[in-house]
């Protein structure tokens, strides 16, 4: 079935630090989701990216989708502690279905 | 709008038991989901549905029912508790006209001993 990997599972890092995860799926998706969770909270969504090659910006966050509609990137610019949480994947397969199915997630500590 | 509402919030059964966890939506969402989420293992789905009277299995769906018998709600039913069903259950819903990304409730912690 469909997996999505995500790397790294845990990443921390000094204020003002750069930030990146990856995520990598085993087959071609329609369209890619990043959710962000804050400790003790739930899933919430952040952004979608549906083109081939795709960029989206939301102030210090950049997000990608491959060429391929495999991979995907987030990438935030220097970290703040409002930033901790766990950063989440997901991932719609080609072919309409509707089945979403996440990565692992990473985990964001900040250190001030 | 209240969003995704899920009951209860928290939930103590005993090994065999049978419990129903409630969602529902007040924002007219045609896809709505149901995910279980453990240390280390993400989001993992257990049954979907992308309409009423429509639902699919997920990536985990062994040991749960699912009816979507209305647009609102969408209950997850525990048939036979096991302590490996000791999670967070998180009911979630999306729409195209919300760009569907997915909206969350604020999730289930379920214990079973």
Redesign the interface.
């Known amino acids: 079935g469909q997996q999505v990997m995500q790397i790294p599972q845990y990443q921390h890092v000094q204020e003002g630090e750069d930030f990146t995860t990856y995520c990598n799926s085993s087959t071609t998706l329609s369209n890619i989701q990043w959710y962000k969770q804050r400790p003790g909270g739930h899933p919430v969504f952040l952004i979608q990216l549906v083109k081939s090659g795709e960029v989206k910006k939301q102030k210090r966050l950049t997000f990608q989708f491959g060429e391929a509609k495999k991979n995907s990137s987030l990438h935030i610019t220097a970290t703040q502690t409002t930033d901790v949480g766990t950063y989440f994947c997901a991932g719609l397969t080609q072919g309409g279905s509707e089945k979403l199915v996440f990565g692992k997630g990473t985990k964001l500590t900040v250190n001030p | 709008n209240a969003g995704v509402t899920q009951t209860p919030k928290f939930q103590v059964l005993k090994t065999g038991q049978s419990m129903t966890l409630q969602c529902a939506q007040d924002m007219n969402h045609e ?1 709505m ?1 149901w ?1 279980r989420q453990d240390p ?6 257990i049954h ?1 549905s ?1 309409g009423a009277g429509i639902t ?1 299995q ?2 985990v769906p062994n040991g749960y029912n699912v009816s979507r018998s209305t647009t609102e709600d969408f209950p997850l039913r525990l048939l036979s508790a096991a302590p490996s069903q000791t999670s967070v259950y ?1 009911c ?1 819903s ?1 729409s195209p006209s919300s ?9 289930t912690r379920l214990t079973v001993v």
């Open positions: 896809y989901s995910y280390g293992m993400g989001l993992r789905l979907y992308v699919d997920g990536e998180f979630a999306s760009g569907y990304g997915y909206t969350f409730g604020s999730g």
